[in-house]
């Protein structure tokens, strides 16, 4: 072997240990935690981001998945994302409103026509708006879709008028539900979602308001057997990913991390349609739970009874305006 080829060589070889340097360098591992147990499919589109990261970067990213709070509660997603404490957590509108007001413009009772008008709305400005509040705040949302339509769920009876939920203690969420909660004149308590299990059980509470999936996959229809359709209002819900991280990131694993997060947006939206239209009634049936619709007349009647959450709101929160404008240009 000549000299020559021997240098030829040797090059060669530092030239691969660089290049596999530099890419053991930017391989990275990510925290994904959510609440979601197994049993609430909502979960899955979490579980599917992961997967899909992980087989687009070839496995230059991976993720490790902490699901049903067993990492973070609920209300500490949030927090933790914006510190860096986990790369990423599920974003609920109804549980941040304490660190982003703004969010209560989203998620107003009766704001939304449909699954289609909710879509279009998003399309039109609402995922910029809320996208640029997380981002103040240190989070980079990666998808944009509906938690689901708020129903009513109590222990004994069905809530579709607005004098039935006079004097009912409900578990809220916070932030604009509870307002709703509060001018249909229900007694609001916070709980942890990993407490309302037993609130229910020892008269903690009366009811929750959540939405069909997670009233069947947490079995909290055990504790809380009457469902009431009244679809107050749809709350927002987002993958968030630290900032930091997301600077962090090559061009070209910020793409990936994207376009898996497109995939699972898309899951999720088609998801939240067919279970609150077909699945969640079809379980109801099998699992005996007392189903009851608010009729035209219902709903007119709960919306005006909490028209005045819309004049509070537009005093504190001058957004709303922005909010209704990008609204009505949908409908």
């Known amino acids: 072997m000549t000299r020559k080829l021997l240098a030829t060589l040797a090059a060669s070889a530092a030239a691969l240990l660089i290049a596999s340097g530099a890419a053991l360098a930017q391989s990275v591992t990510l925290t994904l935690a959510h609440q979601y147990p197994s049993t609430q499919p909502i979960g899955d589109g979490y579980n599917l981001w992961a997967k899909r990261v992980e087989e687009l970067s070839n496995g230059d990213i991976k993720v490790r998945v902490f699901p049903g709070s067993t990492l973070i509660g609920s209300d500490e997603s949030f927090s933790a994302v914006s510190t860096g404490s986990v790369s990423a957590s599920n974003m609920i509108g109804g549980f941040q409103g304490g660190d982003i007001p703004e969010l209560g413009a989203i998620t107003m009772p009766f704001l939304f026509d449909d699954y289609g008008h909710y879509k279009r709305a998003v399309d039109g400005g609402l995922r910029e708006l809320v996208s640029g509040w997380y981002e103040a705040k240190n989070i980079k949302l990666l998808s944009f879709f509906p938690k689901g339509n708020d129903q009513v769920f109590h222990k004994s009876k069905f809530l579709t008028n607005p004098e039935d939920f006079v004097g009912a203690q409900i578990r809220g969420v916070g932030g604009v539900s509870d307002a709703v909660l509060t001018a249909l004149g229900a007694k609001v308590v916070r709980l942890p979602t990993t407490e309302v299990t ?57 793409k990936v991390v994207l376009d898996a997060a497109s995939e699972m947006e898309a899951f999720e939206w088609e998801l939240m349609e067919r279970v609150e239209s077909k699945d969640c009634f079809a379980d109801w049936e099998e699992r005996k739970v007392n189903v009851q619709v608010t009729t035209p007349e219902q709903k007119a009647a709960l919306k005006a009874a909490v028209a005045s959450v819309y004049d509070d709101y537009r005093v504190t929160l001058p957004i709303l305006d922005d909010v209704l404008k990008i609204v009505e240009a949908a409908r």
Request: hydrophobic letters at 40%; one cysteine or more; glycine letters at 10%.
């Open 198 to 254: 037993q609130g229910l059980q020892r008269g903690v509470v009366d009811g929750i308001v959540t939405n069909c999936v997670a009233h069947i996959g947490r079995s909290w229809f055990e504790q809380a057997p009457y469902a009431s359709v009244v679809s107050l209002k749809n709350d927002i819900e987002s993958l968030g990913l630290n900032l930091d991280v997301w600077k962090g990131l090559t061009e070209e694993q910020q």
